[in-house]
């Protein structure tokens, strides 16, 4: 995907206070403001894969969407700002109607949503920690944002603690957790006939991750997650990223690799004793950065969040 296209239908990229490094946010407003306003506006681009599955693009995080005689199935809810544009997108798919909404994980650009989707005749289904977290107050340090608890629609009313199974418009959807890597509440999304695998945020095609450590995520729960990726697909799996353009294994490994060489490279230089700003001197994302800095994460930031990890 190029840089105009994502520009245009991201209303993530409105935020362009995911660019400021942790030592800066506490001077700017949280980068979440500035996604919620994008979100209203945000064109929605929609996908098509297989098996009646597609991706929608703009709302948050990739929402992917199973079409069926059944119904509809989605991976994701966007946030809830985009709506109009987000129900057009999904007509756009055909009349049928909205019958579940999965959860990968509690954050904002993945469940803002949810209200709206459950009034539309969604049952959303999650980990029972997601659950958890949207039922209370959550501060996320790194983002300077305290989130309220979400409204009871919002809710999953159906929640699991290690592995689903949903068997929906011929497909037998496996949803499995992650070790804490994201964040603390992490799963998959497996449609096991096409074949096709939404890998939510343990993977950010094309660019730096962030990591929330206010939850239970990790780097090195990161790299577990992307090798856990690497081992269930093939060189035919379609891989749905939680940001970015749909991508492929050998994209995962690339991804993989890359976290490794900054976690390692960050470790050493934290082992020698070097202060935080030592490490932002020493540039460990230099090698990665014209590629993985491309639009949400500096460099910077990402050896922040190496170095808080390791």
Not at 21 to 42: E, H, M, W
Not at 88 to 98: R, T, V
Request: charged share 15%.
């Amino acid at each position: 995907m190029n840089r105009r296209r994502f520009i245009g239908s991201s209303g993530l990229l409105a935020a362009g206070l995911w660019l400021f490094p942790k030592d800066l946010l506490a001077q700017a407003p949280s980068p979440v403001i500035a996604i919620l306003n994008g979100a209203k506006t945000a064109k929605i681009q929609v996908t098509k894969l297989r098996g009646g599955i597609s991706m929608l693009e703009g709302s948050g995080g990739n929402v992917a969407v199973l079409n069926g005689p059944q119904g509809k199935l989605l991976v994701d809810a966007g946030i809830g700002l985009s709506k109009v544009n987000m129900a057009a997108a999904l007509q756009s798919l055909g009349p049928q109607p909205i019958k579940y909404l999965i959860n990968t994980h509690h954050h904002f650009d993945h469940t803002f949503g949810n209200e709206w989707l459950h009034r539309a005749g969604a049952t959303i289904i999650a980990q029972e920690t997601t659950l958890n977290h949207l039922q209370h107050t959550v501060q996320i340090k790194d983002w300077n944002y305290t989130f309220p608890p979400a409204p009871r629609a919002a809710w999953p009313t159906v929640v699991f603690k290690d592995e689903k199974v949903l068997h929906f418009n011929g497909e037998a959807i496996e949803m499995k957790r992650y070790k804490p890597a994201h964040t603390d509440c992490d799963i998959s999304v497996y449609f096991p006939k096409a074949d096709v695998l939404h890998a939510a945020d343990t993977f950010w095609n094309g660019y730096y991750p962030m990591i929330d450590y206010s939850t239970g995520g990790s780097i090195g729960g990161m790299i577990t997650a992307a090798q856990r990726n690497i081992e269930i697909t093939t060189p035919k799996t379609i891989i749905i990223p939680g940001h970015g353009p749909v991508g492929n294994r050998a994209q995962l490994i690339e991804y993989h690799d890359m976290l490794v060489a900054v976690r390692d490279k960050v470790a050493a230089l934290k082992k020698q004793g070097k202060s935080l700003q030592e490490v932002y001197a020493a540039a460990p994302t230099a090698k990665y950065d014209q590629k993985w800095a491309s639009f949400l994460l500096t460099g910077k930031f990402f050896s922040y969040l190496a170095y808080e990890g390791v």
